[in-house]
Structure formats: C-alpha cells, structure tokens
C-alpha cells in the first residue's frame, strides 16, 4: 500500500510538471507558427490543461478501469468549478469582461446537459462516444472561428500576455512539446497503476479514488494557471482556462475513454455527481453571466458558497469510503 501512496504522489508531481511543460511548448510552437493568441488560447492551452485528464481516463479505460476514467474526468470538472474558481475568487472577486467567456458557458451547459442524457441508460457506449467526439470537432470548429473573429476581446490581451511570458526558441519548444507529452504519459500510467491499487486495498469503487484524489490532482495545472492569471489581474484567463477544460472533459476525455472500451455507469454517476456538476455549471453561469444591470463576477461571498459546497461534497465522499471500509 505504500508503493501505490508513494506512486500516486510521484505520478501527480511528474504529471503536473509535464503538463506544463507541454502547454508551453505547444504555446510556443503555435506561437511560431503564427497563430493568433486567442486560438492559441482556446485550442492549445485549453487542451493542454485538459491533457493530464485525457491520458489518465485513456490509460483507466484501456486497462479495464471505467469508474476511474469518468471519475477523473467529472471530478476534475466539479473540482475546477468549485474550488479553483473558488479560491480565486475568495483571494480576488473575478469579474467577466470577455464575450468568449459569456458564449462559452452556455455550451459548457449544454455539454452538461447532454452528458446528463446519455446517462441515462446506464451506460456510455461506442455510440455515445461517437457523439461526444463529433460534438467536440464541433467545439474546436467553433472555437477556431472565436478565436480568428474575436480580436480586441479582452481574453485575447490576457492570452498574448501569458504568451508573451512563456516565450522561448522554436527548438526549445519543439524539445519540451515532445518530451512534456513522454512524461505525460509515463506519470499517468504510474497513477492510474497507484489510484487502482489503493482503491482495491481500501475496497472502494475506482470511481470514488477517480472523483477525489486523481480528479485533484490532475486539476492541478488549472490551479496554478489561475492563481498566476488572478496575481496578474487576467480574471477572463482564469475564468476561460476552467471553462474550456470543463468543455474538453466532458466530450474529449469522456468520448475517447468510452470510444476505447463502452463504460458501464453506477446509477450514483447520474444521481449524485452529475447533479452536482450540473449544479455548480448553473451557478457559475449565473454568476458570470451578469443580469438587471449587474456586471458579471464571481464576488468572494459566491466563492466561499462554492467552496462550502466542494468541501460539503468531498465530505460526503470521504464518508462514504469511510462506511465502505469499516
């Protein structure tokens, strides 16, 4: 049991380490390539940060672990919104000037709602994936088409500006691209080998080990890309960062996992985390949506209400390992 504990905390560092450096050599890349900062934004950042959930759910799936890969990719969304978003909020209220941010969680309500459906039988299937992968190049279609039309949109300052600081020689790049996407790999399969291991040792469903301790840790580079962008007063960045990583999970990291091997769904999946991911999806876009004349923002009374509300459902996780373990 030591091992997997050990394994689990080496395979998080390692996998957060090489997600960033992935990002920023597929930034840089792009960026010498000569792509506008608001599609590098929108693709590559908002993949990159979602990278770390798509090779975990990936490698669960293939090695006959579904709880765990749609654990991973649910919890890391729940995790985003309520305590990403919600520590920053709490340190810095965000305010919402950008329209990309405004169009953009609508569809992540969508997503949500979609996802919600296709729950409904139990099970996600090769047909299902089919649709969460088409609804995706769906996305990325759109998204190319906000990022070439959206020039002067408040986002793509605060993307030209993080790009501008991650700057580096075109053969860096292309090194720290390649070898961020090696790492990436190595460290999910030491996690997802650690997370399995221990939810077998305490006797618990991979998908609560999924929902908790692997969802946090790969929500990690999420985490630290908003505290900077919210230390540099880009609150468009932090709030954009979470979002498409929300929209990248749910029809990506989902669709490829169920794409490899169809994924049988415990009826809690739909009664219990997706109420709560839709729940906390509703909020934010309440939030951040602005209404009678009130800008949107995320106030630090908001941000603790999403706060209580991961720490309340968190709790009633650890509970339920608890009552499965006495």
Known sequence: M???IAAVIFGLVLLVWSADKFVDGASATATHAGMPPLLIGMLIIGFGTSAPEMVVSVLAASQGNPGLALGNAYGSNITNIALIIGLVAIISPISVHSQVVRKELPILLAITFLAGFQLMDGMLSRNDAWVLLGAFLLL?????????????????SDYAAELKDTAMPLKKAVIWLVVGLVLLIISSRILVWGAVY???GLGVSDLIIGLTVVAVG???PELASALVAIRKNEH???LGNVIGSGMFNT???VGLAAGIMPLSVEPVVLYRDWVVMAALTVALLIMCIGWRGRQGQVTRVEGSLLMTAY????GYLVYTIMGTTA
């Open 2 to 4: 030591l091992m997997a």
């Open 140 to 156: 990325m279609g759109w998204s190319v088409f906000q990022g070439m039309k959206g020039r002067g949109d408040s986002l793509e």
């Open 198 to 200: 221990i939810a077998q």
């Open 218 to 220: 790969t929500s990690l």
């Open 236 to 238: 468009d960045l932090a």
């Open 251 to 253: 029809l990506a990291v």
């Open 311 to 314: 720490v309340g459902y968190t």
